[in-house]
Nanobody, 121 residues
Framework: QVQLSESGGGLVQAGGSLRLSCAAS???????MGWFRQAPGKEREFVGG????????FYAKSVKGRVTISRDNAKKTVDLQMSSLKPEDTGVYYC???????????????WGRGTQVTVSS
């Protein structure tokens, strides 16, 4: 079982940047990793993902060009670099691990507790 813990959230002005980090324990190198977010009253949505070896990344249309996912399997970390942030990026951001390359939350078996990102206008 993989355990995940996110950090790096906070309050930022529109147009600013944040870097979220996900620290993992357990055998993570076999897992594809994803970042999701959930705004109040809305469903959890996919933000971006990275394959187990880090050779492929994929992003939601709403964030493409503004976010970059990277991973360091030796350190067991997955980072989400976000720039040009907008108020609609506000939400709780979750790191997730799964064995399938997917954008669907149901395909991810391990989740962190989330970190709050608030973008002010």
């Amino acid at each position: 079982q993989v355990q995940l813990s996110e950090s790096g959230g906070g309050l930022v002005q529109a147009g600013g940047s944040l870097r979220l980090s996900c620290a993992a324990s357990g055998r993570t190198s076999n897992y594809n990793m994803g970042w999701f977010r959930q705004a109040p009253g809305k469903e959890r949505e996919f933000v971006g993902g990275i394959t187990e070896r880090g050779d492929m990344t994929f992003y939601a249309k709403s964030v493409k060009g503004r976010v970059t996912i990277s991973r360091d399997n030796a350190k067991k970390t997955v980072d989400l670099q976000m720039s040009s942030l907008k108020p609609e990026d506000t939400g709780v951001y979750y790191c997730a691990a799964g064995l399938r390359t997917s954008t669907h939350p149901s395909d991810f078996t391990s989740w962190g507790r989330g970190t709050q990102v608030t973008v002010s206008s």
